[in-house]
């Protein structure tokens, strides 16, 4: 995998819906009831959030799966001055499931086209 610096950028959300359709169909995937705490996940920002962070190695490494769950919307310790908010470790947990799952291979395959 291309380290940080070389990472495109994120996809714009019409070419991700687009792509990431095919992707799915291709694959027999149906990310459409993905949800937790009732709110549900949106991929296009996870895609958008782990891209921008350096991707997936990265945020596992940085242990960022936590700071990523809050900015999707599961927020569950507040931050303060300088600790940013997390969510809870099953949030993180679930949203780096989520995301090997049903995204981590469209963002390599994105990665290695570019």
Same mark, same amino acid.
Request: some cysteine.
């Given at each position: 995998?291309?380290?940080?610096?070389?990472?495109?950028?994120?996809? =714009?959300?019409?070419?991700?819906?687009?792509? /990431?359709?095919?992707?799915?169909? =291709?694959?027999? !995937? =149906?990310?459409?009831?993905?949800?937790?705490?009732?709110?549900?996940?949106?991929? /296009?920002?996870?895609?958008?959030?782990?891209?921008?962070?350096?991707? #997936?190695?990265?945020?596992?490494?940085?242990?960022?799966?936590?700071?990523?769950?809050?900015?999707?919307? !599961?927020?569950?310790?507040?931050?303060? /001055?300088?600790?940013?908010?997390?969510?809870?470790?099953?949030?993180?947990?679930?949203?780096?499931?989520?995301?090997? #799952?049903?995204?981590?291979?469209?963002? #390599?395959?994105?990665? =290695?086209?570019?």
């Amino acid at each position: 995998m291309p380290v940080p610096e070389q990472l495109p950028p994120p996809l =714009n959300k019409a070419r991700f819906d687009a792509t /990431y359709k095919s992707f799915c169909i =291709n694959r027999n !995937l =149906n990310p459409n009831s993905l949800s937790m705490d009732n709110k549900p996940v949106d991929l /296009y920002l996870l895609h958008v959030y782990v891209m921008e962070e350096g991707g #997936e190695t990265v945020v596992t490494q940085k242990m960022l799966w936590p700071v990523i769950a809050v900015r999707l919307g !599961l927020v569950h310790f507040h931050g303060m /001055y300088t600790v940013p908010q997390k969510s809870g470790p099953d949030a993180a947990l679930y949203i780096s499931q989520v995301y090997k #799952e049903y995204l981590a291979m469209f963002d #390599e395959l994105y990665i =290695n086209a570019v």
